[in-house]
Each structure stands twice: as C-alpha cells, then as structure tokens.
C-alpha cells in the first residue's frame, strides 16, 4: 500500500543529482521505494507509541529514533553508503516521549554535533544512569531532561570510513573528516586533501573548498580540529601536509 503512494516518476530529485539518464532512472526508482519506506516506519512507529499508552508505559518511556547510515541515491552521481557527502553520512538522532513533563519541550532542536557513540552516554542519562570512565562518547540527555548541564560538550563530530568496503556504486578509499558546530566539513584520503565545504551556505555540497588557496586558513583551522580527532581516538590515518 505504501508503494502505491510514491511512484517514480513523480519524485523531485536535489539539485546535486547529476542529468545523467542512468544515474535519474535509478535515482527516482529508488527514492520512490525508500520514501514508502519511511511512511511505513512511521506507521509502525505509532504502533509502539499506542502499544506504550496502552500498557501504561508512556510516562516514563523515551523513545529514540536514529539509523546508522543513509543513502546517496543518487547525489553526486554515486548510490549507497559509505561517501561522506550530506545524504550518506547525516542521520536523525530524535529523542520523543508521550508525557505530560516533556509536553511544553516539544519540537525542540539543537545544533549539536552528535556522533553515533554519543547514543550509549545519552541512553544511560536519560535513565538517570552515570556513563561509566571507560565509555567513550558524550551525555546529551540534558538537552531532553532540562534538569542537568552537558559537560565536555564537543565542537565538531569525528567521521571514519576505515577499511574499503566493496561497494562499487560509492566510496571505496579509506577516509577520515570532521564535522564542526559552526558548519564546516572537512574530508582527507590518505595523505591527501579531498573535500572541504561551508554547509551553511552550501548545503548540497557543490563547492569544494579543500584545493582552493584562498580558504587555507580555514582547511588549517579544520585540519588541526581533525587531527586532534585523531590523536585522541588512536588513530593512525596519515594526514596531508598543509
């Protein structure tokens, strides 16, 4: 039924979407199953909400919503994961409940550049739980809760991608980035600059930067912020010379 809704032909594709026949055809095939998709998570999503009503578990119950990856679909002429480009790589992270003390905090948003190994620190929070020493990752349950202070709160997200991955129709070269608070990414091969863009005033990612002499200050700025990423997590990713 769901797939009845979204037909190709009538999908709007973004404007990084190259013209080529090939890479459209798939592009709308795909997005079309995939927005079908989501209509049905959202339908079963309502069905744990209800469930949670109904067993009177709604009160104290947070429900976290996030995938692990997304899809380029298209985008800059590539499909699939593992690219480090907006539609592959930026995930939703909601945090939503049905209760009365969270009612006013609806719809609350914040800029913050929450990594997937933030999930374990925010679950345990939510629950009232300290994160334990050894965990790796930050605690944004103050953000929900409203009652506590977000310690040690990063300004920019780690990206890896750390073993090629087979996947033809997408990245397959090791890569490592960073994402900043104030909207800037920055992506290297190893030993090599590759991607560098500004998301607030192009946030299709049609303008890299990582070549261009006249933001050198900038790639310095981010090339510094990763490589700190990278010391503090271990790593041996080869940066490139600046």
């Known amino acids: 039924q769901w797939m009845r809704r979204h037909t190709p032909g009538a999908i709007v594709l973004r404007p990084n979407v190259p ?14 199953g995939y927005y079908a998709m989501i209509e049905n998570l959202d339908w079963n999503l309502g069905r744990v909400r209800a469930a949670l009503v109904e067993a ?6 947070h429900i976290l919503f996030f995938s ?3 899809d380029m679909h298209g985008s800059h002429g590539q499909f699939r994961k593992t690219s480090p480009w907006e539609e592959s790589m ?7 409940g049905h209760t009365p003390r969270y009612a006013n905090k609806s719809g609350y948003l914040d800029n913050v550049p929450i990594n997937h190994v933030d999930i374990g620190p925010t679950s345990l929070g ?8 050894w965990m790796v990752g930050t605690d944004y349950s103050g953000y929900r809760l409203h009652n506590k202070a977000v310690v040690n709160e990063p300004d920019s997200a780690f990206l890896q991608l750390v073993v090629p991955t087979g996947h033809g129709h997408s990245t397959d070269r090791p890569w490592r980035g960073v994402v900043t608070r104030d909207g800037w990414k920055y992506v290297v091969l190893a030993g090599q600059p590759w991607l560098m863009f500004n ?4 946030p299709y990612e049609l303008a890299n930067f990582a070549h261009n002499t006249a933001f050198r200050q900038e790639r310095q700025r ?9 010391t503090e997590t271990g790593d041996s990713f080869a940066l490139p010379e600046i």
């Open 126 to 133: 939510l629950c009232g739980i300290e994160k334990p020493t």
């Open 68 to 70: 692990d990856h997304g």
């Open 19 to 32: 013209a080529i026949p090939r890479v459209v055809e798939q592009a709308r095939r795909e997005l079309a």
């Open 90 to 96: 930026r995930v939703p992270f909601i945090i939503g």
């Open 199 to 202: 998301l607030n005033e192009d």
């Open 222 to 230: 981010l090339q510094e912020r990763l490589a700190a990423w990278i």
């Open 56 to 61: 009177g578990l709604a009160h104290n119950t």
